[in-house]
Structure formats: structure tokens, C-alpha cells
């Protein structure tokens, strides 16, 4: 027979089930800053998935799933009009549900079938820069080229780069156009780290 739990126990569950996302999430965003190839593939990824996830929980999605394009949980797939997949796994994430935040479950469209299109989220600049700042801010730690480096860069710094002649390799962020500032290219990282400073100073006057 099913026994109800008392409510002191049912929010010590809840709370070591958000402290436990909690961690995660710090670790996670902990590996993205390890070298340039991590965070480019961090910041292409969290382009991908759009402004309406948060940092943590986009580093929690892409770990569990490089390649995700577009997460949601069970029953906003549902609406949007595709199905979870029997046996698919979700990933946990933080959520914010009538004022607190819980845990919750969302799946990637791999994890997902039907008919309806998947949304898609255009790579913005400004997005790069937001999740940096988060990053930087989160880890405490300044930002310039040596603690957000693109793979590019990092790739000429030892000497190899978009000029080795490798066709296996990408380099997505060598150049980016500084928008909304102007349209002319720049290198990717001069653009990520001027936008990532600027996000970074509104999240230390937020905290003032």
C-alpha cells in the first residue's frame, strides 16, 4: 500500500534533488572552460538551443547530448505536436514552476518522432556573449583570451589554425559579424569576449 510522505520529508527531497542539478550544472560549466574546442562546442550548442534555456542547464543538456538542437519536456513536445520516444531518457534541469524552482525532465528532438518540423534557432552573437558572461561570472573568473579562447584561436596559438589545410576541421567562430555595432567581420573571439564584458558589467550592477 502506497505511503504518503510527510511533507518535512517530501521537501528535503526536493531540496537535495535541486542542490544535486545544482552541482551538476557548477561541473558542467566547470569542463566547458577546460580548453577552446570545449567552449566552442559549448557555444555553438547553447546558439543552438536558444535564449529560453539558461546556461546551467544548457551545459547539463549538451553533455548528456553534444549534438541537441532543441530540448523540451514531455508535455511541450506534446503540444508542439511530436512524441517521446518509448525508453528515452530525459535530461534534468533546474525550473522554475509557480514561483520556486524543482527539477524537472526534457528531451532532445533525436529523442522525438513525428510529422511537425523541429524549431531551429538562428547562432546569435549576442547569445555567445550572454553565456560567457554567465560563465565567467558564475566561476569568477575575468574574462580575456586566456580564459575564453575559441577553438580557432587556440589552434593558432599551437601553431596550426583555418591555414593548416585540414578539411576535417571547423572553425565556425574565426570570424562573426559585431553586431549590432556594425556588420564587418571580426575574429570571433575579440567579438564574444567585448560582448560577454558588456553582459558581465550589467550582471555586476544587477547584483549591486
Known amino acids: 500500500m502506497y505511503e504518503r510522505m510527510n511533507i518535512e520529508d517530501w521537501k528535503a527531497k526536493k531540496k537535495n534533488d535541486r542542490d544535486a542539478v545544482m552541482t551538476d550544472q557548477k561541473q558542467a560549466l566547470q569542463e566547458v572552460l577546460q580548453d577552446g574546442a570545449d567552449l566552442t562546442a559549448y557555444l555553438l550548442g547553447r546558439g543552438r538551443l536558444g535564449s529560453g534555456i539558461t546556461s546551467g542547464n544548457a551545459a547539463l543538456v549538451l553533455k548528456a547530448c553534444p549534438q541537441a538542437t532543441a530540448v523540451m519536456s514531455f ?6 505536436g511530436r512524441r517521446v520516444s518509448k525508453g528515452a531518457v530525459g535530461i534534468s534541469q533546474l525550473v522554475r514552476s509557480g514561483g520556486y524552482f524543482t527539477v524537472g525532465k526534457v ?7 513525428g510529422n511537425k518540423p523541429c524549431p531551429t534557432v538562428e547562432l546569435q552573437g549576442d547569445q555567445l556573449g550572454k553565456a560567457v558572461a554567465v560563465l565567467t561570472a558564475c566561476l569568477e573568473l575575468e574574462i580575456n583570451v586566456l580564459t ?3 577553438h580557432c584561436e587556440a589552434a593558432l596559438f599551437d601553431g596550426y589554425g583555418p591555414h593548416s589545410g585540414d578539411p576535417q576541421l571547423r572553425w565556425d567562430l574565426w570570424y562573426l ?4 555595432l556594425d556588420s564587418v567581420l571580426k575574429p570571433g573571439g575579440y567579438v564574444i569576449r567585448g560582448k560577454a564584458l558588456w553582459y558581465l558589467s550589467e550582471i555586476l550592477r544587477q547584483r549591486r
Open 107 to 113: 528531451y532532445d528532438r533525436s529523442a522525438t518522432y
Open 177 to 180: 559579424p559585431d553586431l549590432p
Open 75 to 80: 508535455d511541450g513536445w506534446n503540444q508542439f
Open 148 to 150: 575564453v579562447t575559441t
